[in-house]
């Protein structure tokens, strides 16, 4: 067994952790991370990364389909899926290697294995060499969380998926039902509908992607509703059984709640919710403590034993990347006698890259109004942008939340094409706490869909020009 010391040593090699030990370093602390899978984690290569290169794929698609709308004639489009798996792999190794030497740049000491608490300040590593023990000072567990198993769909890659096996697809399922519809439901299901697949999605919330504005989810709905998915929202699954083996195997699942029916498939694929991995790390016999899987931290990821700290996925929600790495930031700028400000979970901005995209920041309309806010709301139509025109993509809105007292921009929803790409101009909006009267005098480009975030700030106020 051997031995090392460091002024922190990171456990898991995610988008919260590998930024952590980046920033560690780059403060002059003597880094270690322990990865027992791929450098980059589930986000790079199970998740954000690999995900989003198929919806292009999926994007790529639909233009051709609609190319002649465009005066651009094509003959009909054959789906390669072995070439969309294989490119998205692809990306995934890109930025995986990537990751790999900004460790060495920033020299992090990388050690392939499984970490476990072993007494104060103290990690025993074991890996395909062996053991070894790390020692340090700070300790920051970072290790993300996996897919939640429901009783009796178990993913087994052939009939039963979870975002993995979704993610390295041998087929396109003629039936699909996905249970779950959230951003990764959502997303799924719009993939897997582009390339043909009969789509249906079953939530047990009222709506899909429940944590976004109401009219958000009430337009996505409607919009997957006229692409031919269905949605059976309000029910959960009463029992499920199975019928042959294999990729030849059709499942039957019974509805319960809003919906009584029955559905069949080729394919589940399981997207209702998350479990922190918190299994096999040494917690017991120290004062961390676990709340319903995922460690209990406070404002700066420290947790109730001295030295430990826990950032991303595993320390709660919302299990964002973006959220995981900003977290490793404020950590590490702690541990090193810094003053960073704590997380402000309601800056977080939320993305779902589905068709059509979601994106958010800050409070919806209704959460605003429950918080006490006399609020002020605008709205503008891609509709009548001209850039949206332009590009032939005119669904969606953009909608701003504002206290009607003070001016602030207490929220805002996004929601048509490419809207993840915009909804950081209100996120640094919020973050500046910049007021309505500030963003009406900031000027947007012409012709851009921004120029909807414009008109929906001066609509809450009746200033609108477009509309």
Request: proline residues 3%.
């Amino acid at each position: 067994m051997t031995q090392a010391q460091y002024d922190l040593v990171v456990v898991g090699g995610g988008p919260g952790g590998y930024v952590a030990a980046i920033r560690a370093a780059q403060l002059g602390l003597k880094t270690a991370l322990v990865e027992k899978a791929q450098l980059g984690g589930i986000c790079l290569n199970w998740g954000c990364i690999p995900t989003k290169a198929l919806l292009r794929s999926a994007d790529v698609l639909r233009m051709v389909r609609d190319a002649r709308r465009f005066g651009v004639n094509v003959g009909t489009p054959e789906i390669d899926l072995k070439t969309m798996v294989e490119r998205s792999r692809a990306v995934s190794a890109q930025l995986q290697g990537g990751v790999g030497y900004l460790m060495k740049k920033n020299k992090v000491t990388v050690v392939n294995g499984h970490a476990r608490l072993a007494g104060r300040g103290k990690l025993e590593v074991t890996g395909t060499d062996g053991k070894s023990t790390l020692s340090a000072r700070n300790i920051i567990l970072a290790t993300g969380a996996r897919a939640r198993v429901l009783p009796g769909l178990v993913p087994d890659g052939e009939s039963v998926w979870s975002y993995r096996e979704a993610l390295v697809p041998s087929r396109v399922p003629k039936r699909l039902v996905v249970i779950g519809a959230g951003a990764i439901g959502i997303e799924f299901a719009s993939f897997y509908h582009a390339l043909g697949a009969e789509v249906s999605v079953v939530e047990m919330a009222e709506r899909v992607l429940p944590v976004e504005d109401e009219e958000v989810s009430a337009y996505v709905a409607d919009t997957l509703r006229k692409e031919g998915m269905k949605l059976y929202l309000g029910a959960s699954i009463k029992t499920s059984s199975k019928r042959g083996a294999g990729q030849a195997a059709e499942w039957t699942l019974a509805l319960d709640g809003k919906h009584k029916e029955s559905l069949t498939a080729d394919v589940v694929l399981t997207a209702a919710g998350i479990v922190g991995n918190v299994e096999d790390l040494g917690l017991e016999g120290t004062a961390v403590k676990v709340d319903r899987t995922h460690i209990v931290t406070d404002a700066y990821g420290a947790t109730g034993e001295q030295g430990v700290y826990a950032i991303g996925d595993v320390a709660g929600a919302p299990w964002l990347a973006h959220k995981a790495s900003h977290e490793a930031i404020i950590c590490i700028e702690k541990i090193a006698g810094k003053n960073p400000h704590p997380l402000d979970i309601s800056k977080i901005p939320a993305c779902t890259y589905s068709h059509p995209q979601v994106a958010s920041v800050g409070m919806t309309e209704a959460k605003a109004k429950a918080a006490g806010h006399r609020v002020k709301v605008g709205k503008f139509p891609f509709a009548v942008n001209g850039k949206a025109l332009a590009l032939g993509s005119t669904g969606g809105f953009t909608k701003v939340v504002f206290d009607e007292a003070t001016g602030e921009l207490l929220g805002a929803h996004m929601v048509g094409e490419e809207v993840t790409e915009m909804i950081q101009g209100y996120t640094i909006a919020r973050e500046l706490e910049t007021t309505e009267a500030e963003l009406m005098e900031t000027i947007f480009p012409h012709p851009t869909q921004s120029e909807a975030m414009h008109e929906a700030v001066l609509a809450a106020y009746e200033r609108a020009l477009h509309i």
